[in-house]
Each structure stands twice: as structure tokens, then as C-alpha cells.
């Protein structure tokens, strides 16, 4: 049987990958993603897709559901927090009490941050970043450095595929798949986002504070509302 952690390293594996859950609640930690221009929060909604799958798939006592990235879209400049509240409980038909939304942060290393906040509050067990596999990398760099035992887990079909989803909620397993395939970003669109994430890497390792990273989030986003 696979941890989380054997998730993220070893995308071409065979063997059952079913996380090992632990005994007390854990948490799911959606990650936020800045969508510019583009028309549909495509990589948002696939991170909140596989958060789905994964509570399904979760025994007792299930994990929440966790989003604080403070990002807004489209021309009224509605909160992807609402967004990502309402998809999970309309669409997915998650429980309420397991989602928490927070407004907070507006980049990576405040998500972190957050989530380690958040784990103390609510007394969780473990962390569960989700994101797409250009971001992985970095993410579990700043989780290690606040949260050592969290996981990344890559917003991936080959991880979908190997997670047990009850059989009686096909269609929305069909819901869930078609999301996150549709998320996946083309070969230009991920060639942008290595070399930013490279950038931010390099940046960081000279200002582990992070300043630089906060400030250059302010900047593009100046639409949320995020804080420090």
C-alpha cells in the first residue's frame, strides 16, 4: 500500500496507490492559481476535481476541505473562494462541514503558511497539498520548510486512476476525470510555467522570508484582497 508521499514520486506505478489515511482527520489543501486572461479557472477547478475524488475515496473519519488563496476572476471579479465553495458542494456534492474557506493569502509560500495555521486550529493530522505537476516541486519545498510531513499530491489521471472511487458514483467519477484532463496545461503552457517556477525557486532560495514573492503577488493581483 502506497502513502501520499509515494503518490507524488511515482506517477508510473502499478501497484495499488491508496493512501494510507490516518486515524484523525486530515486535511485536503487545494491550491489557489492565478488565471489571468484566460476564460475558465480550468487548473483551479481540476485541483478541486481531484480534492473530490479523494475524499470519496477517503475512509471515516473524512478529511476537509481546505482553500485560502484570495484570487479573484471574470469581469465582476467574483472570489475564486466562492467559486471553489460552490463547485465542491453543488457539484461534487461535498458536506459543507467539511469545506473551510478562507480569503487570505495571495501566493504559494502564504498558502503554506495558512495550512499549517489551519492544521493547528482544527487539530488535523495531516496535509495534503493539491496542484498541478509543474508546481509540486516547489510547493513541497515550502511545506518542508514549515510543515515537514505534508504531501504533495500531483492533480494528475495517473493518480485518479489508481484511486478507489465507489462504484455507485460513476457518473460523477466520469465528472471528476473529464475535469482534470481538461485542466492538464499544453506543452507552451507548461514550458511558462517550469521557467516560472524556476524563477520563484531561485528567488526564494535568496529570500527565504519571501518578501520578494509577496511583493511580486501584490503586483499581478492587484484585484484580491489577500493579506499577510
Known amino acids: 500500500m502506497y502513502t501520499m508521499n509515494a503518490l507524488t514520486n511515482n506517477l508510473s506505478s502499478t501497484e ?13 489543501l487545494i491550491m489557489g492559481k492565478r488565471q489571468g486572461t484566460k476564460k475558465e479557472n480550468k487548473q ?7 480534492a473530490a475524488a479523494l475524499w470519496y475515496s477517503a475512509p471515516p473519519p473524512k478529511p476537509y476541505l481546505i482553500f485560502v488563496a484570495s484570487d479573484v476572476h471574470g469581469p465582476k471579479l467574483t472570489p475564486d473562494a466562492h467559486m471553489v465553495r460552490k463547485l465542491l458542494i453543488e457539484r461534487f456534492q ?8 478562507r480569503q487570505l493569502t495571495n501566493c504559494t509560500l502564504l498558502e503554506v503558511r495558512m495550512a499549517r495555521v489551519l492544521r493547528r486550529v482544527h487539530g488535523l ?8 505537476l509543474y508546481h509540486a516541486a516547489r510547493a513541497q519545498r515550502y511545506l518542508n520548510e514549515v ?10 489521471l495517473d493518480i485518479l486512476d489508481e484511486i478507489q472511487f465507489p462504484l455507485e458514483s460513476t457518473a460523477l ?10 485542466s492538464q496545461p499544453g506543452r507552451l503552457d507548461n514550458l511558462r510555467e517550469y521557467l ?3 524563477l520563484l525557486n531561485q528567488a526564494h532560495t535568496l529570500d527565504r522570508r519571501g518578501r520578494f514573492e509577496r511583493r511580486l503577488a501584490r503586483w499581478l493581483r492587484p484585484g ?3 493579506r499577510e
Open 224 to 226: 484580491a484582497y489577500g
Open 94 to 101: 461535498i458536506p459543507a462541514d467539511f469545506v473551510i474557506i
Open 196 to 198: 516560472v517556477e524556476w
Open 44 to 50: 483551479l477547478w481540476g485541483r478541486a476535481a481531484m
Open 147 to 156: 510543515l515537514p510531513d505534508a504531501s504533495v499530491i500531483p492533480v494528475h
Open 125 to 132: 493530522a495531516h496535509i495534503f497539498a493539491l496542484t498541478h
Open 173 to 182: 467519477w466520469l465528472d471528476i476525470r473529464a475535469l482534470i484532463k481538461e
Open 16 to 28: 495499488p496507490a491508496e493512501p494510507e489515511w490516518p486515524a484523525t482527520p486530515s486535511a485536503l
